[in-house]
């Protein structure tokens, strides 16, 4: 940070102001929470039943693979300035505990969802996911075996390239999934 000169009554009052600003952390003060807690996510990415109001579902798709019973649902595909927003979720509507809906998600065996692709029909484009400067995907991700539970559901989400304006339908295209089509962009 580059301070202009000063006197030093001026630096001072920066420096007061500067430490009343970051509070009890400078002192020792307890944050509410251990780092540890804090570094792991809730539920592994789970969503816990509740009160709040059903997502909507734009479209949805059940599948029974190796014996278990799946639905996938499409919530939001949401249009930023030069982005699109997947949210979807997979639910066990079986009756056994299953980790299947773990392990196809990804490309190239990573574990992730950057297998699931948006198409454009109109202009003939395949969206893959986006990727950050380590080439990551920036989409959810999840690692080890998770148990998934019978009515258990989990949330995922991925960031495309946005198509051309006059582009108002996707389809979305979920390995071992199938294909959902004319999936609205909001």
Do not use: W
């Not at 251990?34 to 816990?48: F, L, Q, R, T, Y």
């Not at 539970?149 to 199938?178: F, Q, R, W």
């Amino acid at each position: 940070m580059v301070f202009p000169r000063s006197t030093g009554t001026s630096l001072m009052s920066l420096t007061a102001c500067t430490l009343l600003l970051t509070g009890c952390g400078v002192f020792g003060g307890d944050d509410g929470g251990s780092s540890e807690a804090s570094k792991e996510p809730v539920n592994g990415g789970k969503v816990d039943p509740g009160d709040a109001e059903a997502r909507e579902t734009l479209a949805s798709q059940d599948i029974s693979m190796i014996g278990t019973d799946l639905h996938y649902a499409v919530h939001e595909l949401s249009r930023g300035a030069k982005t699109v927003e997947l949210t979807f979720s997979v639910t066990n509507i079986g009756d056994e505990e299953s980790g299947i809906v773990f392990s196809f998600l990804g490309r190239g065996g990573k574990e992730d969802v950057s297998g699931v692709k948006l198409i454009d029909p109109d202009n003939g484009k395949v969206h893959l996911p986006a990727t950050d400067s380590n080439g990551d995907c920036v989409c959810s991700s999840y690692s080890g075996s998770m148990s998934f539970e019978p009515d258990d559901s989990v949330l995922y989400s991925a960031t495309y390239g946005a198509p051309p304006e006059d582009v108002k339908t996707m389809d979305v295209s979920i390995p071992n999934v199938g294909t959902l089509t004319d999936v609205p962009l909001s």
